[in-house]
Protein backbone atom coordinates (compact mmCIF):
# COMPACT_ATOMS: atom_id res chain seq x y z
CA UNK A 1 0.00 0.00 0.00
CA UNK A 2 1.29 3.89 -0.59
CA UNK A 3 1.42 5.31 2.92
CA UNK A 4 1.58 9.19 3.39
CA UNK A 5 3.05 10.06 6.66
CA UNK A 6 2.23 13.83 7.28
CA UNK A 7 2.95 16.04 10.41
CA UNK A 8 3.05 19.47 12.44
CA UNK A 9 6.02 20.74 13.50
CA UNK A 10 4.35 20.30 17.34
CA UNK A 11 3.85 16.62 16.35
CA UNK A 12 6.73 15.15 14.62
CA UNK A 13 8.15 13.88 17.66
CA UNK A 14 4.72 11.45 17.71
CA UNK A 15 4.50 11.05 14.29
CA UNK A 16 8.82 9.85 14.64
CA UNK A 17 7.67 7.84 17.90
CA UNK A 18 4.84 6.08 15.88
CA UNK A 19 7.22 5.15 13.02
CA UNK A 20 10.09 3.94 15.37
CA UNK A 21 7.02 1.52 16.88
CA UNK A 22 5.73 0.47 13.72
CA UNK A 23 8.51 0.51 11.60
CA UNK A 24 8.47 -3.36 11.00
CA UNK A 25 4.92 -2.65 9.32
CA UNK A 26 5.54 0.41 7.51
CA UNK A 27 8.87 -1.13 5.87
CA UNK A 28 6.56 -3.39 3.89
CA UNK A 29 4.60 -0.32 2.55
CA UNK A 30 5.67 2.42 0.18
CA UNK A 31 6.17 5.49 2.35
CA UNK A 32 5.60 8.95 1.10
CA UNK A 33 5.68 12.14 3.53
CA UNK A 34 5.82 15.74 3.25
CA UNK A 35 9.37 17.50 3.39
CA UNK A 36 10.58 18.13 6.28
CA UNK A 37 8.11 14.88 8.21
CA UNK A 38 10.26 12.77 6.12
CA UNK A 39 13.73 13.60 6.89
CA UNK A 40 12.59 13.03 10.46
CA UNK A 41 11.45 9.45 9.84
CA UNK A 42 14.07 8.45 7.69
CA UNK A 43 16.90 10.17 9.92
CA UNK A 44 15.12 8.36 13.39
CA UNK A 45 14.18 4.89 11.47
CA UNK A 46 16.59 4.67 8.08
CA UNK A 47 12.98 3.61 6.33
CA UNK A 48 12.50 4.43 2.51
CA UNK A 49 10.58 7.22 2.04
CA UNK A 50 9.82 9.06 -0.88
CA UNK A 51 9.59 13.13 0.45
CA UNK A 52 7.34 15.94 -1.39
CA UNK A 53 7.66 19.55 -0.49
CA UNK A 54 7.28 21.17 2.96
CA UNK A 55 4.03 21.30 3.85
CA UNK A 56 3.62 25.43 3.62
CA UNK A 57 5.19 24.91 0.18
CA UNK A 58 2.51 22.62 -1.32
CA UNK A 59 3.72 19.17 0.44
CA UNK A 60 0.02 19.04 1.42
CA UNK A 61 -1.26 19.88 -2.42
CA UNK A 62 1.15 17.18 -4.00
CA UNK A 63 -0.28 14.55 -1.72
CA UNK A 64 -3.87 15.55 -2.74
CA UNK A 65 -3.06 15.21 -6.15
CA UNK A 66 -1.58 11.44 -5.77
CA UNK A 67 -4.57 10.90 -4.26
CA UNK A 68 -6.93 12.09 -7.25
CA UNK A 69 -4.97 9.99 -9.24
CA UNK A 70 -5.46 6.91 -7.02
CA UNK A 71 -2.31 6.89 -5.97
CA UNK A 72 -2.41 6.84 -2.38
CA UNK A 73 -4.01 3.97 -0.07
CA UNK A 74 -4.02 5.70 3.60
CA UNK A 75 -3.26 9.16 4.74
CA UNK A 76 -1.69 9.12 8.38
CA UNK A 77 -1.66 13.01 9.25
CA UNK A 78 -1.30 14.06 12.50
CA UNK A 79 -2.35 17.70 13.12
CA UNK A 80 -1.57 20.22 15.07
CA UNK A 81 -5.17 21.68 16.41
CA UNK A 82 -3.96 24.25 18.49
CA UNK A 83 -1.46 26.09 16.36
CA UNK A 84 -2.82 28.29 13.14
CA UNK A 85 -1.30 27.40 9.93
CA UNK A 86 -0.53 29.76 6.54
CA UNK A 87 -1.79 26.75 4.31
CA UNK A 88 -4.80 26.02 6.05
CA UNK A 89 -6.43 26.16 2.83
CA UNK A 90 -3.90 23.45 1.16
CA UNK A 91 -5.04 21.23 4.29
CA UNK A 92 -8.71 21.32 4.09
CA UNK A 93 -8.10 20.50 0.41
CA UNK A 94 -6.18 17.19 1.04
CA UNK A 95 -8.73 16.50 3.79
CA UNK A 96 -11.81 17.41 1.17
CA UNK A 97 -9.97 14.98 -1.20
CA UNK A 98 -9.73 12.21 0.40
CA UNK A 99 -13.66 12.69 1.27
CA UNK A 100 -13.94 12.67 -2.52
CA UNK A 101 -12.31 9.68 -3.23
CA UNK A 102 -13.03 7.64 -0.06
CA UNK A 103 -9.43 7.74 1.14
CA UNK A 104 -8.74 6.64 4.62
CA UNK A 105 -7.56 9.66 6.57
CA UNK A 106 -6.22 9.59 10.47
CA UNK A 107 -5.27 12.89 11.81
CA UNK A 108 -4.21 11.40 15.15
CA UNK A 109 -1.91 8.86 16.92
CA UNK A 110 -5.07 7.18 18.22
CA UNK A 111 -6.35 6.79 15.31
CA UNK A 112 -2.77 5.77 13.51
CA UNK A 113 -2.26 2.85 15.81
CA UNK A 114 -5.57 1.05 14.75
CA UNK A 115 -5.54 1.83 11.11
CA UNK A 116 -1.83 0.15 11.06
CA UNK A 117 -2.75 -2.60 12.95
CA UNK A 118 -5.84 -2.90 10.56
CA UNK A 119 -3.24 -2.55 7.54
CA UNK A 120 -1.04 -5.34 9.19
CA UNK A 121 -4.22 -7.43 9.11
CA UNK A 122 -5.14 -7.02 5.92
CA UNK A 123 -8.20 -5.05 6.25
CA UNK A 124 -7.35 -2.51 3.47
CA UNK A 125 -7.37 -5.51 0.81
CA UNK A 126 -10.89 -3.24 -0.60
CA UNK A 127 -8.37 -0.91 -1.92
CA UNK A 128 -6.74 -3.72 -4.49
CA UNK A 129 -10.30 -4.31 -6.13
CA UNK A 130 -10.86 -0.81 -6.43
CA UNK A 131 -7.35 -0.50 -7.86
CA UNK A 132 -8.05 -3.26 -10.45
CA UNK A 133 -11.53 -1.82 -10.91
CA UNK A 134 -9.61 1.54 -12.27
O1 LIG B 1 2.88 21.38 7.13
C1 LIG B 1 2.77 20.19 7.00
C2 LIG B 1 1.46 19.59 6.70
O2 LIG B 1 0.41 20.51 6.58
C3 LIG B 1 3.93 19.29 7.15
O3 LIG B 1 5.01 19.77 6.37
P1 LIG B 1 6.49 19.37 6.80
O4 LIG B 1 6.54 17.88 6.94
O5 LIG B 1 7.38 19.82 5.70
O6 LIG B 1 6.76 20.07 8.10
Excluded: C
Amino acid sequence: MKIALIAHDEKKDDMVNFTIAYSNILKQHELFATGTTGTRISEATGLSIARFKSGPLGGDQQIGAKIAENEMDLIIFFRDPLTAQPHEPDISALMRLSDVYQIPLVTNTGGAEVMIRALDAGFFDWRNIVKEKK
